[in-house]
């Protein structure tokens, strides 16, 4: 077995470093939570996953956490996804479609703007829109 080298070893603490972030959610300026529940599934919440891997990926963001959960209780609304920029309040997008994925992810997580024509909720609040 080779000896490992100063240059391995800061690889292997970067590594672990990212993870133990992805773990504890931390470090990052905003998660994306697509709701991925049976429900969501059936109605297309894997291309919406898709939409914002594409989007993290053509665009390198890498202070975005995304990330996936069960049903949010709301079949009748899905594919559906949380928006949540650190210091706000959580809002949920509804009856996605890769587009407006694409939409979102430029408007609010990059920009900051919720995208109101697609949002159901503000934190815990229905919006108004």
Same mark, same amino acid.
């Given at each position: 077995?080779?000896?490992?080298?100063?240059?391995?070893l800061?690889?292997? +603490?970067? $590594?672990v470093? +990212?993870?133990?972030a /992805?773990?504890e959610? &931390?470090?990052?300026? !905003?998660?994306?939570?697509?709701?991925?529940?049976?429900?969501?599934?059936?109605?297309? !919440?894997?291309?919406? =996953?898709? @939409?914002?891997?594409?989007e993290?990926e053509?665009?390198? *963001?890498?202070d975005v956490? /995304?990330?996936? &959960?069960?049903? !949010?209780?709301?079949? &009748? $609304?899905?594919p =559906?996804?949380?928006?949540?920029? !650190?210091g706000?309040a959580?809002v949920?997008y509804?009856?996605l479609?890769?587009?407006? @994925?694409q939409?979102i992810?430029?408007?609010? *997580?990059?920009?900051?703007?919720i995208?109101?024509?697609? @949002?159901?909720?503000?934190?815990s609040?229905?919006?108004d829109y």
């Open positions: 077995m080779p000896k490992l080298k100063i240059e391995d800061e690889k292997i +603490r970067e $590594q470093k +990212r993870t133990t /992805l773990r959610g &931390s470090g990052f300026r !905003a998660k994306v939570n697509v709701h991925m529940g049976t429900c969501g599934i059936a109605a297309g !919440a894997r291309t919406i =996953m898709n @939409a914002f891997i594409k993290l053509t665009r390198d *963001v890498h956490l /995304l990330t996936n &959960s069960g049903c !949010a209780g709301l079949c &009748s $609304q899905e =559906m996804v949380t928006i949540e920029i !650190a706000q959580p949920k509804v009856n479609t890769e587009k407006k @994925a939409e992810f430029e408007k609010h *997580v990059l920009g900051g703007t995208v109101k024509e697609y @949002a159901l909720g503000i934190g609040e229905k919006t």
